[in-house]
């Protein structure tokens, strides 16, 4: 092949490459529609057990980035395509239930849960509750609770149920919890349960299947969040990241962070 060809062929590939990375934005009905707030974790590849994570919010200019390049753990056997709102024809490992992976893809953030009766002064944005030792996170698939939270004090509920995450942990790890929207639409028995946003147990420790960071950028992410400008989690590794849409309207943020 001459010179001036495979200078060409290189050229193009790296321009198959980009235009793969940037994909156009979804045209309606799409999570990209709804979302003011997007959270996105980056793993270099699917048996990554860290990360990083960086949050946009869309103003009156566009989108800018709010919290930048926050390193995370991810599940000790890296990642899974998880259940969501990204499309269900994906290629990659599925995520299971008790496989260590935490979910890829994009899921909703649907609420907040922790210790302390008061996170903040002042007015919440984003819904969180306190817990007791009474509240559990069913991980049993046969369960008819199966990724749910419980309150075991609660008559109407008839324990079926063989083993749910404790939500109170003497470790400190579940003071501050995001709720992460994995298979939580139509719940699929068996695809993994019970994951979250929360305190790592140290720097590089990863989790079991939740995405965790220092508990300093955990409250600064939760009081960053609005339950009214829709926040999402967009959460992979790269190159199933770079295949989503990205949203319209000053994308250009996003798209220099995705850069390889």
Same mark, same amino acid.
């Given at each position: @092949? #001459?010179?001036?060809?495979?200078?060409?062929?290189?050229?193009?590939?790296?321009?198959?490459?980009?235009?793969?990375?940037?994909?156009?934005?979804?045209?309606?009905?799409?999570?990209?529609?709804?979302?003011?707030?997007?959270?996105?974790?980056?793993?270099?590849?699917?048996?990554?057990?860290? *990360?990083?994570?960086?949050?946009?919010?869309?103003?009156?200019? *566009?989108?800018?980035?709010? @919290?930048?390049?926050?390193?995370? !753990?991810?599940?000790?056997?890296?990642?899974?395509?998880?259940?969501?709102?990204?499309?269900?024809?994906?290629?990659?490992?599925p995520k299971r239930?008790?496989?260590?992976?935490? %979910?890829?893809?994009?899921?909703?953030?649907?609420?907040?849960?922790?210790?302390? *009766?008061?996170?903040? +002064?002042?007015?919440?944005?984003? %819904?969180?509750? #306190? !817990?007791?030792?009474?509240?559990?996170?069913?991980?049993?698939?046969?369960?008819?609770?199966y990724n749910q939270?419980?309150?075991?004090?609660?008559?109407?509920?008839?324990?079926?149920?063989?083993?749910?995450? !404790?939500?109170?942990?003497?470790?400190?790890?579940?003071?501050?919890?995001?709720?992460?929207?994995?298979?939580?639409?139509?719940?699929?028995?068996?695809?993994?349960?019970?994951?979250?946003?929360?305190?790592?147990?140290?720097? *590089?420790?990863? !989790?079991?299947?939740?995405? &965790? @960071?220092?508990?300093?950028?955990?409250?600064?992410?939760? +009081?960053?969040?609005?339950?009214?400008?829709?926040?999402?989690?967009?959460?992979? %590794?790269?190159?199933?990241?770079?295949?989503?849409?990205?949203?319209?309207?000053?994308? &250009?943020?996003?798209?220099?962070?995705? +850069?390889?």
């Amino acid at each position: @092949m #001459k010179r001036r060809e495979r200078g060409l062929l290189v050229l193009n590939i790296a321009v198959l490459s980009l235009s793969h990375c940037f994909a156009e934005p979804a045209s309606t009905n799409s999570w990209l529609d709804s979302s003011r707030q997007l959270v996105y974790v980056l793993a270099d590849d699917w048996d990554s057990p860290a *990360g990083v994570l960086t949050a946009f919010e869309k103003g009156s200019h *566009g989108w800018s980035m709010v @919290m930048s390049e926050i390193p995370v !753990t991810l599940g000790r056997k890296g990642l899974g395509l998880g259940l969501g709102l990204h499309d269900s024809n994906l290629s990659g490992p599925p995520k299971r239930e008790g496989d260590k992976k935490a %979910p890829a893809g994009v899921f909703p953030l649907e609420f907040s849960f922790g210790t302390k *009766g008061k996170v903040l +002064q002042g007015k919440s944005l984003f %819904p969180y509750r #306190k !817990t007791s030792a009474m509240h559990f996170w069913v991980d049993d698939s046969a369960s008819a609770f199966y990724n749910q939270w419980v309150e075991l004090s609660d008559g109407s509920i008839r324990k079926d149920w063989k083993s749910a995450e !404790t939500l109170r942990r003497k470790d400190g790890i579940y003071d501050l919890v995001i709720v992460v929207g994995h298979n939580r639409g139509e719940v699929v028995p068996g695809r993994g349960s019970a994951i979250f946003l929360h305190s790592w147990l140290g720097p *590089g420790v990863p !989790t079991i299947g939740c995405t &965790a @960071m220092d508990p300093g950028h955990l409250k600064t992410l939760w +009081q960053w969040l609005d339950s009214q400008r829709y926040p999402v989690l967009v959460q992979g %590794p790269r190159d199933l990241v770079c295949s989503f849409p990205l949203p319209e309207g000053g994308s &250009a943020s996003i798209k220099r962070f995705l +850069q390889p």
